[in-house]
């Protein structure tokens, strides 16, 4: 993709910046300089009269502003909606919950009786499907947070429905949200416009105006810490859209973890079970085994985070958008047929982003945030996050409101304890089981396990602990930096051998000088035509 809806424009071949990227070409979609349009437009190619735009640099950051607008929009209506709904007592009394499919199921109701009881078991169905994906939000604040009782087995039993619903909300809910965002993407883009445009006059033709916008000149600086304040926004995103390193270099360390408890199990394998510091005092082998997978699972997530972020919000210039703000074009029509459909494809062009648009905000509104809240009962569940998990909520001023629903959540239920974990009988009866089958292997575990002690045997397993928790991975971490470093040195220096210092010194140059012919930006009067050559290199 090419094109920037703001700040500094880049093209979308050769990276270039500055005065030099002045235009769009329709065909490529991408944001393009002048040495790349002179080349995509050599005459005899195929691409030799593909459009081109002028870039309407006196708006950069129309929809930038449209987006974050809308997008917060969204985002503000939807928490509101869900601060004011609150929790019935339905949820407790097991009554299905769904909301989404009530409006159309009464209106069916007083439409055609006949056909609603008809479909009446149908939709009964298909509300609970709903309610599951429901359950699944609350029941990660109301048992994984507040009350501190969620399992694993309550989280299976309403993973799969909550799941289809999920799939089928986002099918069908995509298109339409996606034409009203459109919609309201363009007409806002427009207003934003006529109000940039007016304010441009207004700082032209009004003294005043002209002074606050020049930092408060002729009048010493008086105005350049309003100035200041009026660019903080700004400044703060540009500092949220730098590149940061922390993703990578987490990465690095779930993988030293990962490397060090798989060393560790390998060291148990061969027989130094002392050496690998595991018995009941210290860590189990099915904990030990986990661990890897785990640690190796947080490293492919901090390489998505990162290519997520490089995707979407640390993304640079035209890489950020496919469609900026461009100028009719120069360029004469073939025909009718080609004038109408160049102006239907300039219409769309904006649509089609602002589509694109919502289709992303609506991913992280109903996939993220559905597949971060199994994450984070998972997590809540296994290491017991629920007070810490209290606590954060205490820090950001939601302490009272946390209080008043455990006090409702104790009353529903009768249990007044609270982070006793899974408290019901049907998740008893799976602990017990699974203890059961467990209990064989630990009993070959104990069997395989000697006592032969070694050099490492009368350490104190604080010691042991602390050096395969935090000394091999520390090794491993800096080994893999200066491996990465190295990859990075040879990297340097295959770019220096190919390139040189100025492109004329280096193997490309060599490369050209054997295959191709060497392209310099010139003047009209300069330029010499293919059909100067002999033979003529151009039709």
């Given amino acids: 993709r090419g094109g920037a809806p703001g700040g500094m424009a880049k093209c979308g071949e050769c990276g270039a910046t500055g005065k030099d990227v002045v235009g769009f070409c329709v065909e490529t979609n991408k944001v393009m300089c002048r040495k790349c349009v002179g080349l995509l437009h050599y005459p005899g190619m195929k691409s030799s009269d593909f459009t081109i735009e002028a870039l309407d640099k006196q708006h950069p950051e129309v929809q930038t502003i449209t987006v974050s607008l809308i997008n917060a929009s969204v985002v503000a209506f939807m928490g509101a909606a869900l601060w004011h709904s609150g929790i019935g007592g339905d949820y407790f009394e097991g009554r299905a919950s769904c909301p989404a499919l009530s409006l159309p199921r009464q209106a069916l109701a007083r439409f055609d009786p006949n056909i609603f009881y008809y479909y009446k078991a149908s939709l009964a169905t298909y509300c609970d499907i709903e309610d599951s994906f429901w359950r699944l939000l609350m029941d990660g604040w109301l048992r994984g947070v507040v009350g501190g009782s969620d399992s694993l087995l309550l989280l299976g039993s309403t993973l799969p429905k909550a ?138 997530r901090c390489a998505w985070l990162n290519t997520k972020l490089g995707k979407t919000l640390w993304k640079k210039g035209s890489s950020a958008s496919a469609v900026p703000l461009t100028k009719w074009r120069t360029k004469p029509s073939k025909d009718i047929l080609e004038h109408i459909a160049y102006a239907r494809g300039r219409v769309f062009r904006q649509y089609n982003y602002y589509k694109m648009q919502a289709e992303d905000i609506l991913h992280i509104l ?174």
């Fill in 163 to 300: 799941l289809l619903f999920k799939t089928a909300l986002s099918s069908f809910l995509r298109p339409v949200y996606a034409v009203l965002y459109a919609v309201c993407g363009l007409v806002l883009s427009s207003f934003i416009t006529y109000i940039e445009e007016a304010g441009a006059w207004v700082l032209n033709h009004l003294p005043l105006a002209g002074m606050l916008a020049n930092g408060g000149q002729p009048a010493g600086g008086r105005f350049a810490g309003l100035k200041r304040v009026v660019r903080l926004p700004k400044t703060a995103w540009q500092k949220l859209t730098t590149k940061r390193a922390w993703p990578e270099k987490a990465r690095l360390l779930f993988l030293a973890m990962c490397w060090s408890t798989s060393m560790r199990l390998v060291v148990h394998w061969l027989g130094f079970h002392h050496l690998a510091a595991l018995g009941k005092e210290e860590v189990s082998i099915w904990q030990l085994a986990f661990e890897p997978v785990f640690f190796y699972w947080l490293a492919t």
């Fill in 366 to 539: 109903v996939d993220d945030v559905f597949n971060f809240v199994i994450v984070l009962r998972v997590l809540s569940i296994l290491f017991g996050l629920a007070p810490l998990a209290r606590n954060l909520m205490a820090t950001i001023g939601l302490g009272n409101l946390v209080q008043k629903h455990q006090a409702w959540f104790q009353e529903s239920t009768g249990f007044v304890d609270v982070d006793v974990g899974a408290k019901y009988v049907s998740d008893r009866l799976v602990k017990f089981g699974l203890q059961e089958v467990f209990m064989g292997f630990r009993f070959l575990e104990k069997v395989v396990e000697s006592e032969v002690g070694d050099a490492f045997s009368h350490w104190d397993t604080e010691a042991k602990q602390l050096i395969w928790r935090l000394f091999v991975p520390c090794v491993l971490y800096w080994l893999e930096s200066k491996w990465t470093a190295y990859l990075k040195k040879q990297q340097g220096q295959y770019k220096t051998t190919w390139a040189g210092k100025k492109w004329t010194d280096g193997e490309y140059a060599e490369m050209l000088d054997k295959y191709g012919s060497y392209w310099n930006k010139v003047t009209k009067e300069e330029w010499k035509s293919p059909k100067d050559y002999d033979p003529p290199m151009a039709r």
